[in-house]
């Protein structure tokens, strides 16, 4: 049931609104009713828009929904689509979004992944045509504490151009690692093969903001910090080459191995009627198959590295999700609004 939101808060010169974890999923789910959403595509999202900004990943958290939310009114979105589901043998699953949200293909399978990897030492979810895929890291963590090692992949429109190319060639092409610990924390990381998620470059040029160098070109070609100016260009591949390797890796994983649309071959994600028709593959390992003690093994490791002052990925976001639990979230007066609106 919808609930009202309440408790405003100022920091800063920005008024802020406070929501306990429940309100903040009922809020969302409401906004994406209103937009024709299924109960199950409303909640699907909401749970992974409202765990995203827990997490502090706000990039993909309620500033997101400003690309879903349009998305369902033009046909960018299937807003009731269930997806397809089926089994190639005993440890592959298939799902066709059916031009619907990435998050609610790995709900439907999320179970049966996780039996299947627990029987058969691994098990992998091929899924393609649907929206982009949202904060992948939560598809890895939920995985991990399930006690599964976890690799996930998904591609998205062209974006990036890579050294030499003539043009935009690939997505940000995203890859997601997360691995279980004796000590209840997994180890987990997200992020972009490109210097930069686009979702960052859109909130700069929203608020005004210069962009670092390396970041993007325009449409000259030219490396530009002005974040305008990178929107009609296009982003850059972290480490040249290498980041540009790593993409096509991702490309042929996340949208080859699946049958989901080349990232050339993809409609834009948030203009037009189409949807983009992405692709995204996990990859589940059970390690207690390959190597006993593992979870136990890696927490040792883990707090060794932590004693030689090596950042722990996933840290902080693990602590953020607990102390949400606890104090709920923040979210802006303005973006609630500007949500609302659309």
């Given at each position: 049931?919808?609930?009202?939101?309440?408790?405003?808060?100022?920091?800063?010169?920005?008024?802020?609104?406070?929501?306990?974890?429940?309100?903040?999923?009922?809020?969302?789910?409401?906004?994406?009713?209103?937009?024709?959403?299924?109960?199950?595509?409303?909640?699907?999202?909401?749970?992974?828009?409202?765990?995203?900004?827990?997490r502090g990943n706000h990039a993909v958290g309620?500033?997101?929904?400003?690309?879903?939310?349009?998305?369902?009114?033009?046909?960018?979105?299937?807003?009731?689509?269930?997806?397809?589901?089926?089994?190639?043998?005993?440890?592959?699953?298939?799902?066709?979004?059916?031009?619907?949200?990435?998050?609610?293909?790995?709900?439907?399978?999320?179970?049966?992944?996780?039996?299947?990897?627990?029987?058969?030492?691994?098990?992998?979810?091929?899924?393609?045509?649907?929206?982009?895929?949202?904060?992948?890291?939560?598809?890895?963590?939920?995985?991990?504490?399930?006690?599964?090692?976890?690799?996930?992949?998904?591609?998205?429109?062209?974006?990036?151009?890579?050294?030499?190319?003539?043009?935009?060639?690939?997505?940000?092409?995203?890859?997601?690692?997360?691995?279980?610990?004796?000590?209840?924390?997994?180890?987990?990381?997200?992020?972009?093969?490109?210097?930069?998620a686009f979702v960052n470059i859109a909130h700069?040029?929203?608020?005004?903001?210069?962009?670092?160098?390396?970041?993007?070109?325009?449409?000259?070609?030219?490396?530009?910090?002005?974040?305008?100016?990178?929107?009609?260009?296009?982003?850059?591949?972290?480490?040249?080459?290498?980041?540009?390797?790593?993409?096509?890796?991702?490309?042929?994983?996340?949208?080859?191995?699946?049958?989901?649309?080349?990232?050339?071959?993809?409609?834009?994600?948030?203009?037009?009627?189409?949807?983009?028709?992405?692709?995204?593959?996990?990859?589940?390992?059970?390690?207690?198959?390959?190597?006993?003690?593992?979870?136990?093994?890696?927490?040792?490791?883990?707090?060794?590295?932590?004693?030689?002052?090596?950042?722990?990925?996933?840290?902080?976001?693990?602590?953020?999700?607990?102390?949400?639990?606890?104090?709920?979230?923040?979210?802006?007066?303005?973006?609630?609004?500007?949500?609302?609106?659309?």
């Open positions: 049931m919808y609930r009202s939101i309440s408790q405003a808060i100022p920091l800063k010169t920005t008024i802020y609104r406070r929501l306990t974890l429940n309100e903040a999923i009922d809020w969302v789910a409401h906004l994406c009713e209103a937009k024709g959403c299924s109960s199950a595509v409303a909640l699907s999202l909401a749970h992974a828009t409202v765990a995203a900004q827990a309620f500033r997101h929904l400003a690309d879903y939310l349009p998305g369902f009114s033009s046909g960018r979105i299937n807003p009731r689509a269930e997806p397809r589901v089926s089994r190639a043998g005993a440890i592959i699953f298939k799902s066709d979004a059916q031009g619907g949200i990435a998050q609610l293909g790995v709900d439907r399978c999320f179970d049966s992944l996780c039996h299947a990897a627990q029987a058969n030492g691994m098990a992998a979810l091929s899924q393609w045509n649907s929206f982009t895929s949202g904060e992948l890291g939560d598809y890895t963590l939920r995985f991990a504490q399930a006690g599964l090692i976890a690799l996930a992949v998904a591609n998205g429109p062209a974006l990036v151009a890579v050294p030499g190319a003539k043009g935009k060639t690939y997505s940000t092409n995203p890859l997601s690692f997360a691995a279980p610990s004796a000590d209840g924390i997994p180890l987990q990381f997200d992020q972009a093969c490109s210097a930069a700069a040029a929203s608020t005004g903001s210069d962009i670092p160098e390396g970041w993007a070109v325009d449409q000259q070609g030219h490396g530009t910090r002005n974040a305008l100016a990178a929107l009609g260009g296009a982003l850059l591949p972290f480490g040249g080459h290498r980041g540009a390797n790593l993409m096509l890796m991702v490309e042929v994983l996340a949208a080859g191995l699946t049958g989901a649309n080349w990232s050339l071959d993809a409609p834009d994600f948030n203009q037009g009627n189409q949807t983009p028709g992405c692709g995204l593959l996990l990859l589940l390992l059970a390690p207690d198959f390959f190597s006993p003690g593992f979870e136990q093994r890696l927490a040792s490791q883990l707090a060794r590295l932590t004693q030689m002052h090596v950042h722990r990925p996933g840290w902080e976001r693990q602590h953020a999700t607990v102390a949400a639990q606890d104090d709920g979230i923040s979210v802006p007066v303005d973006l609630l609004e500007q949500l609302s609106r659309l």
